[in-house]
């Protein structure tokens, strides 16, 4: 099976996020960048298939800025077996990132395309629907499991109480949740095999992509509401008196019992 | 303006987010609650296809849905289709000049964003971002329908998670109970969910004890799990790692009961108990119980 997983560069996850100066970006100065964590999980998905099937294909593809290159590099260096890179300005908007990976796809034919349900800066989710609805193929989001069954693969999607389970045959396009292991580390040969993989780069203009989706701008952004100064109570023994006194708290003072 | 809700059920009942966009979308302008049928369940490809037909047909300017697991699937599909302007997860949005200006959050909910989203536009707004005023009227959606039976993507079957009864949905509970490592293993989760019983509360978990597989998934708070904003959030045995805080320090008032006072979720605690889960948990969840029978 081919995989072709589209992934983006974010922030990482432990990065203490500051406004910057002009109120309306983050501060990315000096900050660590990572896969965004559910392409992460894509990943893991797809190289499990490889894990077990030797014929299975896994190829990264990111549209981004030339940075976003680190990240198809660690994704080679996790196991995958090639990389692309679409050169795009960081403020690309989401339709348009859909149409460029649309036209990757078309031209490396793959069996599924996996994206991670959001990427973890924008958190929008749009991407991967779109992408979807550019190649007119079907998309089930929140998967936690690709497994080979029906006429295609059997799609696992995470919702309240279980898992529905869907199933379609070959194209189609899954947004990915979680996977069954942790993401793995790449290992040193991994590593060194990666650091000579050739990642060819294109942009949208080669791709036949005129950025035209409507532009939704930031106008202001802000921490959330500082927290802190809370009532610490302490346990002197009497853990009834303080279970007590943290229920009237909750009654009277908070009001939410 | 003339606004498309598409409105959403659980358990046959019309979910809350629904009733709580529809009290707030007379706000904009003429509003009309559809619903898609003609299916069992959410079909990602029909629904978004009747839902973007309709969109289309009725001359809508924005379309409307809640920020669920169906509703942003929906939602992104239906703006791709349409190639309408898009923000997902909206905490609140208002209609200026032709456009929206919406917040959302971002970054994992580290950052809170003001969008200017120009219309035609879909939305996604998020459940309890609008309260929903005492004495909204009934809402009666029209149907719209959708038809499955051509597309390649079937439902299949149905796989239930093995979890203790049914509890109120996580995204959409006003009181959480989460657990984390510090609860020591699986077996004590009925401290959690005896509180959490006593509550009317869902129950959580960090990510911790959802990837050792003391709980399923779908429990996992913060980044790369749920972001909630309940009226109370108590966490048990949660250190705070910064992707916890990220998906639930909006919640209105948060408790944490921790046996380490240096533990980084006292930060942001409105109440914190430095001392054992294990001992004060069970005590206070009788202190609860008196609370509630004396307030009622």
Known sequence: MKFLVCLKQVPDST??????????????EGITWSISPYDEYAIEVALEHKDSDASTTVSVVTVGPQRSRDALRQALAMGCDDATLVTADDKVAGLDVAKALAAIVKDAKPDLVLCGKQASDDDQGLVGPALAEALGWPHVGMLTKVAAGGDGVELWREIEGGHEVWTAPLPVVGLVHKSAKEPRYP?????????????????????????????????????????GGGKILKADGDVKALAAELARLLHEEAKVL | MKILIVAERRDGELRRVTLEI???????GDAEVVEVTGTDRYHPVAHAKAVADHAKSSGADVVLAGATLNGRDLAARVAAKLSWAYAADCTDASAKDGAFLVKRPMYAGKVRATLRVPTPAVLSIRPGAWTLPSGAGDVKPTAIAADASGEALKFARFEPTATSGKRVSLSEARVIVSGGRGLKGPENWKLVEELADVLGAATGA????????????????????????PDLYIALGISGAIQHLAGMTSSKVIVAVNKDPDADIFKIADYGVVGDVFEFVPAFTEAVKKTKAGAS
């Open chain 1, 15 to 28: 990065v203490r996020t500051k406004v910057a100066s002009d109120g309306k970006s983050i501060v990315t």
């Open chain 1, 187 to 227: 290992s040193l040969p991994g590593i060194m095999k990666a650091k000579k993989k050739e990642i060819p780069e294109k942009d949208l203009a080669g791709l036949g992509v005129t950025p035209s989706a409507p532009r939704v701008e930031i106008i202001a952004m802000e921490p959330p509401p500082q927290r």
């Open chain 2, 206 to 229: 960090s990510r911790a004890v959802t990837d050792a597989g003391w709980r399923p998934n779908e429990e996992q708070v913060g980044q790369t799990g749920k972001t909630v904003t």
């Open chain 2, 22 to 28: 529809a009290a707030k979308a007379t706000a904009f």
